[in-house]
């Protein structure tokens, strides 16, 4: 049983601006909880979880704890920057304050009384006067250890505990005052939601709504994902030699991070810098028309590289062998990144592109259609 949910939660319930809120729930938990989940969904498959963990650790300056199904657990100095880092992210949705662990020995009557207790506390210290307190519970179960019946328990005994304390909750998915978040992994985990991320807030600068629009445009999640694996900390400048449409430029700029695209196709860069200046971003960014195998940039120029290379369909690799194209791209990049500069690109796979094995790490597959798959692929010039 399940009271609210993002997928049918499309209000102010997941865009709730959290400052005010945090300090409530500091003061009913009676001290800051800087034990942290981040809930990720399935939106970019395991490349989404490689995507939070790398946010987590290098953006939000955050100890990964451990990892269980869908969900990171995390240590961080800071809420805030926990949240940060949920914004920043494509496939984070929820972020969880852990407030008790209950071991599963106390999984019969025992359990819900103990989940009502600190349930009940929390709410105590949200109470104002005789108003009605809105309340939401989510249960997060991904192996089914939560039979209904215990659920509707833990439901029915927090309901009456609150009773007992003379505090009168309904059940709220639009507007709750706060979420109660019970996780059922190795212990019973009892939480309190910080923050609900909206998975559709990438759709006003989707591709099709760019005034210049190409078939071979990136996805915002996609490039996203690319800025986000390279670039991490938000340093700059950031070189794109594959620019396009501008996803890539778009989406560091976006986040603070000055990028410089390269394309040889002059309707590729005018486009592009209409794009930008659609979205607001054209003076953070700049486009130069050029050959990516002989870029026009002093070396060492640059501290993080994303791109997605010319496959030869959709867009055109300019009558030359998409592969080997990349491998000149690539090492053309050893020259103009800085030392400890990284790059992320997309390859499909294929013999031909066999050699990225022993030039970069593989992070990841994305499913794209029945003949084409993406490799999500990481360099690291070391030095």
């Known amino acids: 049983m399940v009271f609210c949910s993002d997928d049918d939660c499309r209000n102010s319930c997941c865009r709730e601006v959290y400052g005010d809120r945090l300090l409530k729930y500091a003061g009913a938990i009676g001290k800051i909880m800087p034990v942290l989940y981040l809930e990720v969904s399935r939106c970019l498959d395991i490349c989404g979880l490689s995507e939070a963990v790398t946010l987590a650790e290098k953006y939000c300056s955050c100890k990964v704890l ?3 199904e869908w969900l990171i657990k995390i240590f961080c100095e800071s809420e805030e920057t926990a949240m940060l880092c949920a914004l920043r992210a494509n496939c984070i949705r929820k972020v969880i304050r852990e407030v008790a662990v209950l071991p599963w020995s106390n999984s019969g009557n025992s359990l819900p009384e103990e989940i009502s207790v600190e349930v009940a506390n929390i709410a105590g210290s ?3 006067d005789d108003n009605i307190l809105k309340l939401c519970i989510e249960f997060y179960d991904p192996r089914g250890k939560l039979c209904m019946n215990l659920r509707e328990d833990i439901i029915r005994v927090i309901l009456t505990m609150l009773r007992k304390r003379g505090i009168y909750a309904v059940f709220s998915r639009s507007l709750p005052e706060f979420t109660v978040w019970i996780g059922a992994l190795d212990s019973v985990v009892l939480g309190v939601k910080l923050r609900s991320v909206r998975g559709d807030r990438f759709g006003p600068r989707a591709p099709g709504r760019r005034v210049y629009e190409r078939p071979f445009a990136l996805k915002v999640e996609l490039a996203r994902l690319l800025v986000n694996l390279s670039s991490p900390s938000s340093e700059g400048p950031l070189i794109d030699p594959f620019c396009g449409t501008g996803s890539i430029l778009i989406e560091a700029a976006l986040e603070g991070i000055f990028a410089v695209g390269v394309d040889l196709n002059y309707d590729n860069v005018r486009g592009a810098r209409r794009n930008a200046l659609q979205l607001g971003v054209y003076h953070s960014l700049d486009i130069v028309l050029s050959d ?9 120029a640059f501290t993080a590289a994303a791109f997605d290379p010319p496959y030869g ?3 055109s690799s300019m009558k030359r062998d998409p592969a080997l194209v990349l491998a000149r791209v690539l090492d053309e990049l050893k020259r103009v990144l800085k030392e400890g500069g990284k ?4 390859a499909p796979k294929g013999e031909e592109y066999s050699f990225l094995e022993s030039l970069a790490n593989k992070v990841c597959s994305i499913y794209v259609h029945s003949s084409l798959t993406r490799d999500v692929w990481l360099v690291d010039e070391r030095r």
């Not at 990516?292 to 060492?300: G, T």
């Not at 790059?343 to 997309?346: Q, R, T």
């Open 343 to 346: 790059a992320a690109f997309l």
């Open 313 to 315: 369909r959709a867009a």
């Open 66 to 68: 451990g990892i269980n």
């Open 126 to 128: 949200l109470k104002k």
């Open 292 to 300: 990516s195998e002989l870029m026009p940039f002093r070396d060492r």
